[in-house]
């Protein structure tokens, strides 16, 4: 029991100190940029990389999850007390509310969030973010302030596109199939509409993509060691930014959708 105590008071203090560090970590990343030619440059190149390059796995998987939503919602929906075009509107729901904001970014974790850890814990074992510093740049600034900000403002395309591909992939089953008739299908997308619901999705990829981005930055920046310290570092950086996606998607959805 005494153990137990010992242990559990270590790992408090321990993520405490990291949370300190995570938070004097950003007061170095949020500065005015040494200079801001090289600042959109790198912003434009980070968008790029980050972003427009995520487009194709999002089409992917929105394509096939908004499918599969469909085809679960058309077997289990069977009472005849429930209108046909309900199996348009969950899947909407399910699209909008939850898997284009808050699955699409855990996706989006295991690419973006290992790339942007990988690539500066890379930069930190092969002395080049120290090369910067002697040179007199704010390292922490001039490296990841454009992949938090480029990634920022580039996820709620990525949202919108998921909600997108994922409608279209349910009216693939409507149309290929006959699980469903695309009249109804088309009926229920429609039916009952919220625009708040977009507009909350939206706000959340926000959030989720600058923790994403920021826990990624931090855990490569702080690497110490080698390759394989670089690949801890990057399973790491994804683990625990997964977990406190999952966390504020609770917070978020108590304070905009009560």
């Known amino acids: 029991m005494a153990g137990n105590?010992?242990?559990?008071?270590?790992?408090?203090?321990?993520?405490?100190?990291?949370?300190?560090?995570?938070?004097?970590?950003?007061?170095?990343?949020?500065?005015?940029?040494?200079?801001?030619?090289?600042?959109?440059?790198?912003?434009?190149?980070?968008?790029?990389?980050?972003?427009?390059?995520?487009?194709?796995?999002?089409?992917?998987?929105?394509?096939?999850?908004?499918?599969?939503?469909?085809?679960?919602?058309?077997?289990?929906?069977?009472?005849?007390?429930?209108?046909?075009?309900?199996?348009?509107?969950?899947?909407?729901?399910?699209?909008?509310?939850?898997?284009?904001?808050?699955?699409?970014?855990?996706?989006?974790?295991g690419k973006v969030g290992s790339n942007i850890a990988s690539e500066i814990g890379t930069m930190r074992v092969t002395e080049q973010i120290d090369a910067l510093e002697i040179m007199g740049l704010n390292s922490a600034n001039f490296i990841i302030f454009p992949k938090i900000i480029g990634f920022v403002l580039f996820v709620p395309v990525l949202c919108v596109l998921s909600m997108f591909m994922g409608l279209v992939g349910g009216a693939f089953i409507a149309k290929f199939t006959t699980m469903i008739s695309m009249e109804n299908y088309i009926y229920g997308i429609q039916s009952f509409f919220a625009p708040w619901n977009v507009y909350y999705s939206i706000i959340k990829t926000v959030v989720f993509a600058f923790i994403i981005t920021s826990i990624a930055a931090y855990y490569g920046y702080y690497v110490k060691g080698g390759a394989l310290e670089v690949g801890k570092a990057s399973t790491n950086a994804v683990v625990s930014s997964s977990i406190i996606i999952l966390l504020a998607d609770v917070i978020l959805t108590k304070l905009l959708l009560q």
């Not at 030619?37 to 487009?55: M, P």
């Not at 089409?59 to 309900?86: R, W």
């Not at 909407?92 to 989006?108: D, G, K, N, P």
């Open 5 to 109: 105590n010992v242990y559990s008071i270590f790992m408090l203090v321990s993520s405490i100190k990291s949370f300190g560090r995570y938070c004097v970590f950003l007061t170095q990343v949020f500065r005015k940029p040494d200079k801001w030619k090289e600042f959109f440059k790198n912003l434009v190149f980070e968008i790029s990389k980050l972003g427009v390059d995520s487009i194709p796995l999002v089409i992917i998987i929105s394509l096939f999850i908004g499918a599969v939503i469909c085809i679960q919602m058309t077997i289990n929906i069977t009472s005849p007390m429930i209108p046909a075009y309900s199996t348009g509107m969950a899947t909407r729901e399910i699209l909008v509310l939850e898997f284009s904001s808050t699955m699409m970014c855990l996706i989006l974790a």
